[in-house]
């Protein structure tokens, strides 16, 4: 089997899997909206035959409008983002099928049997908006290359001082089976002088901030969905237009 052929296999397999498993990219959790800006806002749809066709890009104006309308009429805003780069495999007849509209928002890749959709991370925000989850997304970068994967929290989330406050990035991390050797560096880094125990975040003004490191899947969940008149993980809105 060549190189393509095996790469069209493992990516085919992603891409049929990630379109399978869609969900929406917002979350209404009591008065917080969570937005996934992630492979979750490219949206699917499958037909008869089993085949997969993206149909549409979170979020519309409308859609994106309405974020913004929660955010500034007082209701909080949690963003989470996977990578620095979103990245979206799939089949090169389904990057085919793409919408012209999602085609013209987002740059393609292919090598004839396998494409990757790149999404502009944050690029539904405003200016000032984006520029504080994009200066949060590179520092936790860093603290991901520089940090014991052992040591960090599943969900790395934006500390204090940010404005405005009603508004929160996180990182998520995919947690990764634990083996002997990724223990090495755990005990060069607990066991090195003048390292300190604990990673940190740089905060925008360039002083250290503790990342949330005691952060268990309850306390995220209820960081998530707050107590409000909405009920808890009730989807309000859909991925489509």
């Not at 125990?197 to 250290?208: C, E, L, N, R, V």
């Amino acid at each position: 089997m060549s190189t393509t052929a095996s790469s069209a296999t493992a990516f085919g397999t992603a891409a049929s899997s990630t379109s399978a498993s869609r969900t929406s990219a917002s979350l209404q959790c009591g008065n917080t909206l969570v937005v996934f800006d992630g492979p979750r806002r490219l949206a699917w749809r499958t037909s008869l035959s089993g085949d997969y066709t993206p149909t549409a890009l979170w979020p519309s104006p409308a859609q994106a409008a309405q974020v913004l309308e929660h955010l500034y009429s007082g209701g909080c805003l949690l963003v989470l983002l996977e990578q620095e780069r979103i990245s979206v495999p799939m089949y090169a007849e389904e990057a085919d099928r793409l919408p012209p509209d999602v085609a013209a928002r987002a740059d393609l890749t292919s090598d004839g049997v396998v494409s990757e959709l790149h999404l502009p991370v944050l690029d539904w925000m405003p200016p000032a908006l984006r520029e504080r989850g994009l200066r949060f997304l590179e520092n936790s970068t860093g603290l991901l290359r520089e940090s014991p994967d052992l040591l960090l929290p599943h969900l790395i989330v934006e500390t204090p001082p940010y404005q405005p406050e009603n508004l929160r990035f996180a990182r998520l991390r995919t947690p990764r089976p634990f083996s002997e050797d990724r223990l090495a560096p755990v005990t060069d880094h607990l066991f090195t002088p003048d390292i300190e125990a604990t990673p940190g975040i740089a905060a925008p003004d360039g002083t250290a901030i503790a990342s949330d490191t005691a952060i268990t899947p309850a306390v995220a969940a209820a960081a998530m969905c707050p107590a409000g008149t909405a009920p808890a993980a009730a989807h309000t809105w859909e991925t489509t237009p």
